[in-house]
């Protein structure tokens, strides 16, 4: 090699997968996001606009400080929203078709056809917005259309998404009050069993499932029975102890643990309708007096009994960030000293994308409200160890939940016929968008899920009891089957 001469970097090109258990991406493009955003563009617009106008007129110094209240959200949101329209890609390797959008969608609405045409991508929100009142429509299936979405949408910022997060995500996520997180609730899962058995299937489980191999083209049901035992198994569960799940849903983990690893379990949840369908489960499964479920809201917990084990299966999103802390030692208080607790959350990559955000407040608006506490994994972990919490072992699984959730879009689509003529076009519609886009965020790592287990970090706790075949490198395997 010549003195001088520089290494050329040579990445290896994409080349699709061909995983039997998952949805494979078809156009996995690389969007602009956070490597392309500049901090110090926008330090200066928030405060130079301001310093600028008030130089200019030759205004006190004071009321600099005015404007840079004033003007600091609009300047904020005006930087955000040039910076998602015109960041270029980042290290992308996938090249697109730059077939025109008309391959891909049908507008019905002249408006939206005369805008739209061509290479003139539509911005995602203003997309979905219009698909579900009807005024577009995919040209064949909505999930093979999503893969493709790079080529026909833009990831850019709209009005809508500033004015829905200044006017309801932000007082939201501030206020959370009980009277809140109740109507939220119960509006959310009291629409009816029928709805969410048509995605969800028998198991009525609307939490990520487990691919046991990825080369397995495991049913719904199989992947959600290999969840359920393996959170008994990272909790360690035996015989006797009493076991409290926060969130429970319809019920189905509190049942599975207590007719399989014969404990004492409790099921909390606000909605009605998911407290009868888990009774009636437990009635048929014959577990009464072992299972058992409440109709409350979790801080109504009774603080008089203590549990081994706790579980809240991607419910403590629900929680809000500004509550997190209280909640994390409401559980501490209520768990025994040499208790287990296990935390499964959503959660979204710190390396983010604008794509994220959009299908972030999408899911904000549509699908989960008040759901705020969806975060990066650093920040559920010190919420952990600031509540006194010793974590044990974490575990991403954001493809397991792609898989599951395509299995929901399939069961959805087969039944969506039916759910129309009982819910009106436009709910099915919503769900067609968030179940197909989420399969697509899962999988990319837009959006993710964390298994977290965690002990009270005290110097009387037994850790040598957690010692398993996890950390044993005679037994783990990075080979499947």
Request: aromatic share 14%; charged share 25%; with cysteine.
């Amino acid at each position: 090699m010549k003195k001088g001469s520089k290494i050329k970097q040579m990445s290896k090109p994409f080349k699709p997968t061909t995983w039997a258990a998952i949805s494979n991406a078809t156009l996995p493009a690389e969007g602009a996001g956070n490597q392309t955003f500049d901090n110090r563009i926008l330090i200066a617009a928030v405060v130079g606009v301001p310093a600028l106008v008030t130089y200019q007129l030759g205004l006190p110094l004071w009321f600099f400080l005015i404007l840079l209240i004033l003007l600091g959200l609009p300047i904020l949101a005006c930087t955000l929203y040039l910076f998602s329209r015109f960041a270029p890609r980042y290290r992308n390797k996938v090249p697109l078709p730059g077939k025109p959008i008309e391959e891909y969608l049908t507008f019905h609405d002249p408006e939206l056809k005369a805008q739209y045409h061509g290479r003139n991508k539509i911005p995602m929100e203003t997309f979905f917005e219009a698909y579900f009142v009807g005024k577009v429509d995919f040209n064949g299936d909505a999930l093979e259309i999503m893969e493709l979405r790079h080529d026909w949408a833009a990831f850019q910022f709209t009005f809508g998404q500033f004015k829905f997060f200044l006017t309801q995500w932000l007082p939201e996520t501030f206020w959370h009050s009980r009277d809140q997180d109740e109507n939220q609730v119960r509006d959310h899962y009291d629409r009816g069993n029928d709805f969410y058995e048509a995605f969800l299937g028998s198991s009525m489980v609307y939490t990520s499932g487990i691919i046991s191999d990825p080369t397995k083209r495991e049913t719904l049901e199989e992947m959600q029975n290999n969840k359920m035992k393996l959170v008994c198994e990272k909790l360690h569960m035996k015989e006797g102890e009493k076991h409290l799940d926060i969130g429970c849903g319809w019920g189905t983990l509190a049942c599975y643990a207590s007719k399989e690893y014969g404990t004492q379990s409790t099921g909390v949840t606000l909605a009605r309708n998911q407290v009868a369908f888990a009774e009636k489960r437990i009635e048929e499964m014959g577990i009464k007096g072992k299972a058992q479920m409440l109709c409350m809201d979790y801080r109504d917990i009774p603080k008089n009994q203590k549990f081994d084990k706790i579980s809240a299966v991607e419910m403590a999103e629900h929680v809000g960030i500004r509550r997190f802390q209280t909640f994390l030692t409401e559980v501490r208080e209520l768990l025994e000293d040499d208790g287990l607790f296990y935390m499964q959350v959503a959660g979204l990559r710190a390396t983010w994308q604008y794509e994220d955000f959009i299908w972030g407040l999408f899911m904000a608006k549509y699908i989960f409200p008040g759901a705020d506490a969806s975060t990066p994994l650093y920040w559920y972990l010190r919420q952990l160890e600031t509540a006194g919490f010793e974590i044990h072992n974490v575990d991403t699984i954001g493809v397991h939940y792609s898989a599951t959730l395509e299995r929901w879009y399939q069961n959805w689509m087969k039944n969506k016929d039916s759910m129309k003529a009982k819910y009106g076009e436009n709910l099915v519609r919503v769900w067609e968008i968030f179940l197909s886009w989420s399969v697509i965020s899962s999988r990319q790592g837009s959006a993710t899920c964390f298994m977290i287990v965690a002990n009270k970090n005290s110097n009387s706790f037994d850790r040598a009891s957690l010692i398993c075949n996890r950390t044993n490198p005679a037994a783990w395997t990075s080979k499947r089957g």
